[in-house]
């Protein structure tokens, strides 16, 4: 009986902390050549607060690459540090994956970025510092739960395409592939930082990188290339005679011109217009746009990232706003600033109402997180108090 066959619905399969019965099999994306199944778990008597499901991974025998991919996974979770970081899945279920969620300007999603961006972060640099490099960073390999809630669980899932650093060429999706795979050098550690960055513009603003639009798959990674020297003109696409073998020659010379002269890709603004399109907090372009640097070698590693002023700058707009929206107003008034505690006691139910209504205003607009935000939550409630439409009887 083939391993497929042995995890139909209702099969039990024993495992050393607790046995799994499978409940279904998982449809993803397509572009996974592994079998998945939900299995729920049935704990032995001995082991404290297991979890309700579980992902269960496998392939078909036959399938060679599959095969190869989820023994590359096994032994992905064995570099140092992989298994125990919670950055990545282990057999743990979650409830969807970032490439079924939709993008909105709000709080919640803007949460949600702070937490799968920390992950796909954190595990770049557990990998990098082991020499490797995930090539298959893209929305479907991000896992979520709690989406809805205040507690977001965001992991790396899907290990079977982490490579030793520098050891493949042409590697990562189309959308998510960095400027210098793309001209024939190997994937290394500034790489997978594009991808991430890559992953969250192309979530937030679909097809402005990768293929889909592409005419045909022939001028598939031309067309990737012109998309990126539109978004970056200062990126330097070499004559063809400066990159190796006939068909990269060929790319490059076709993504020179398409650049140039293709209708379509003539509508695409380099990156920060094309970023004030969509509605977003400025600290989130100007945190794409400090992750997305063309050049390699100028571009900052995972960790990087994850100490720069720019991320700590998104952070501090989702924890302002969080505050904001988990607490009532009662409890953020009392606590805000001395105008806020000030007026406590001396304005009704319908002014503070008024003033959260502003603050969510100014957020809508990009406009209040800049300074100091606390003082600018203070600031509003006193307006709203001093407008006459809105004093107390």
């Known amino acids: 009986m083939s391993s497929l066959a042995r995890l139909a619905p209702g099969r039990i399969l024993a495992g050393a902390r607790w046995d799994y019965r499978i409940f279904k099999a998982i449809k993803g994306d397509n572009t996974h050549q592994s079998a998945v199944f939900m299995a729920e778990v049935l704990p032995h008597a001995d082991v404290p607060d297991p979890p309700k499901w579980a992902m269960i991974k496998t392939v078909s025998p036959e399938d060679t ?15 140092p540090g992989v298994s125990s ?41 557990v990998i990098d510092d ?19 809630t205040n507690r977001i669980t965001a992991k790396v ?6 490579f030793p650093a520098g050891d493949r060429i042409n590697a990562q999706p189309f959308a998510m592939r960095a400027p210098e795979v793309f001209l024939g050098q190997p ?17 937030i603003k679909p097809n402005v990188l990768g293929n889909a639009d592409s005419p045909h798959p022939l001028v598939d990674a031309a067309w990737c ?9 200062d990126w330097e696409l070499p004559a063809p005679d400066k990159v190796d073998g006939p068909v990269l020659q060929a790319a490059v010379n076709a993504a020179r011109y398409i650049s140039r002269e293709d209708p379509p890709m003539q509508a695409i603004l380099p990156i920060q217009e094309e970023m004030q399109k969509v509605k977003m907090p400025q600290q989130l372009r100007d945190l794409l746009g400090f992750m997305l640097a063309t050049n390699p070698d100028k571009r900052p590693s995972a960790s990087a990232v994850l100490e720069s002023i720019s991320f700590q700058e998104f952070e501090k707009v989702i924890d302002v706003f969080n505050k904001a929206t988990s607490k009532s107003i009662d409890d953020l008034i009392s ?3 001395e105008g806020f505690k000030r007026l406590t006691g001396a304005i009704g139910q319908d002014v503070k109402n008024a003033a959260f209504a502003k603050v969510k205003e100014r957020f ?9 935000d606390m003082k600018r939550m203070d600031k509003l409630v006193v307006t709203q108090v001093d407008s006459p439409q809105h004093h107390p009887c």
Request: hydrophobic share 40%.
């Open 225 to 233: 290339m012109a998309k990126i020297k539109r978004l970056f003109p």
């Open 335 to 337: 606590d805000s600033g």
């Open 187 to 203: 994937c290394t550690g500034p790489s997978q930082g594009w991808a991430v960055a890559a992953m969250l513009l192309c979530w």
């Open 157 to 162: 899932g899907d290990l079977g395409l982490v």
């Open 85 to 125: 970081a919670a950055c990545f899945r282990q057999i743990e279920w979650l409830d969807t994956t970032l490439g079924e969620v939709r993008y909105q300007h709000d709080m919640r999603t803007y949460a949600l970025i702070k937490s799968f961006l920390g992950a796909a972060l954190a595990s770049c640099a």
């Open 364 to 372: 809508e607009s990009g406009s209040l997180f800049k300074d100091d």
């Open 65 to 79: 690459i599959a095969t190869e991919n989820l023994f590359r996974e096994y032994t992905s979770y064995r570099l």
């Open 130 to 148: 082991q020499k490797h490099v995930n090539t298959d960073y893209k929305p479907a390999n991000i896992l979520l739960s709690g989406i809805e």
